[in-house]
T-cell receptor
């Protein structure tokens, strides 16, 4: 029973490129959450998705960031035209339908050079 | 300002000693979570507390949530080097599945 799978573990992008981060939730989990961890700032909520629906995107920057959780396949966090300030660890978590208990992935560490 | 205040920020203890980490909010919390993170790795779930006055234990770690559901403590008994890491408290402050977080407590245990 694999946990939450995130890939890649490490991602290096040049300024202006696009970054795509993937998250496959635990089996049986239909709720996916993305968090960003910046040095000295702690974890910050970005977005909460269910299959084909964005439930709460109040933590997403207004521009360049988007997220989806399609009917088939992993959830994707997409960052267009990355800037140095986007360098951070991005964590995905999943939870079962109707319940709590968040399981986190190992994260994707994005470095923008 | 941080929505969840954790203290202390860092802690160094001798193996075998007990220690306590605190997590405080100005709001009532609907769920309080404790996780452990090792540098460069993901978050490992430790415990979840939901009811005021609730206390849970697993191995040598005990977590409590106060009656007002605004403060939690994590207590480690007879610490071991394997307990070293960053302890994070997260909480659902609006019953909306959107967790807020403390900045973490970095724990080192000297053998």
């Amino acid at each position: 029973n694999a946990g939450v799978m995130q890939n890649p573990r490490h991602l290096v992008r040049r300024r202006g490129q696009e970054a795509r981060l993937r998250c496959s939730p635990m089996k049986g989990h239909s709720h996916v959450y993305w968090y960003r961890q910046l040095p000295e700032e702690g974890l910050k909520f970005m977005v909460y998705l269910q299959k084909e629906n964005i439930i709460d995107e109040s933590g997403m920057p207004k521009e360049r960031f988007s997220a989806e959780f399609p009917k088939e396949g992993p959830s994707i966090l997409r960052i267009q035209q990355v800037v140095r300030g986007d360098s951070a660890a991005y964590f995905c978590a999943s939870s079962p339908p109707g319940g709590y208990g968040y399981t986190f992935g190992s994260g994707t560490r994005l470095t923008v050079v | 300002s941080q929505e969840l205040e954790q203290s202390p920020q860092s802690l160094i203890v001798q193996e075998g000693k007990n220690l306590t980490i605190n997590c405080t909010s100005s709001k009532t919390l609907y769920g309080l979570y404790w996780y452990k993170q090792k540098y460069g790795e993901g978050l490992i779930f430790l415990m979840m507390l939901q009811k005021g006055g609730e206390e849970k234990s697993h191995e040598k770690i005990t977590a409590k949530l106060d009656e007002k559901k605004q403060q939690s403590s994590l207590h480690i008994t007879a610490s071991q080097p394997s307990h070293a890491g960053i302890y994070l408290c997260g909480a659902d402050a609006g019953n909306n599945r959107k967790l807020i977080w403390g900045l973490g407590t970095s724990l080192a245990v000297n053998p």
